[in-house]
């Protein structure tokens, strides 16, 4: 994807996609895990429920394996895999984020398009240490958000964005 208005030429930036550079906390994998272990446990108290009202059918049955292989199979494969794929990285013209374990999305923020850099820190971000760092564009995709950061990692990606994106010239529009 070319940004420049002109042909290739030295002094015009270009910009591709590509595999970014850096890679999230590994503490990413536990916070993923967790949140992943308070959707099964909601799921199983659903499933014990309505064995309590309805008894064991078939359908039961069915549903009890389903979710017991799928939560198995999501806390065992599913944060390695994210872990695996979420990267990000910045330069002094963009920031490049990939994501996604089953669908992958790769973008790409200009600089000059950048309107606001926010921290997030949740409850179990904040017990393990991470922040997400979300970069707010003009853009019609939304703000691209960098998951699974350590939070002096994301504190100084904010300084830098900030400072970087001050210096840029351009609307933000």
């Known amino acids: 994807m070319n940004v420049a208005s002109t042909p290739n030429t030295p002094d015009r930036l270009q910009l591709r996609l590509r595999e970014p550079a850096n890679q999230v906390s590994p503490q990413a994998k536990t916070w993923w895990a967790l949140q992943s272990v308070i959707l099964w446990v ?3 108290i659903a499933l014990v429920v309505s064995y ?3 008894g064991a059918t078939i359908w039961w ?3 009890a394996v389903v979710i017991v292989v799928w939560a198995v199979l999501d806390l065992l494969v599913g944060p390695r ?3 695996r794929w ?3 990285e910045t330069t002094d013209q963009a920031v490049y984020t990939q994501t996604g374990w089953i669908t992958r999305e790769w973008r790409i923020a200009p600089l000059s398009r950048v309107q606001t850099v926010d921290t997030e820190r949740g409850p179990l971000q904040r017990a393990l240490g ?5 970069v707010t564009t003009a853009s019609a995709a939304g703000a691209l958000k960098i ?3 350590d939070k002096d990692v994301a504190a100084a990606l904010v300084d830098q964005l900030t ?3 001050e210096a840029t010239q351009g609307d933000a529009t």
């Open 61 to 63: 049955s069915l549903a």
């Open 86 to 88: 979420h990267r990000w």
């Open 42 to 44: 909601i799921a199983l």
């Open 147 to 149: 998951v699974g950061l």
């Open 163 to 165: 400072a970087i994106t």
């Open 52 to 54: 309590l009202l309805w």
């Open 81 to 83: 895999l994210r872990y």
């Open 130 to 134: 991470l922040s997400t760092v979300t």
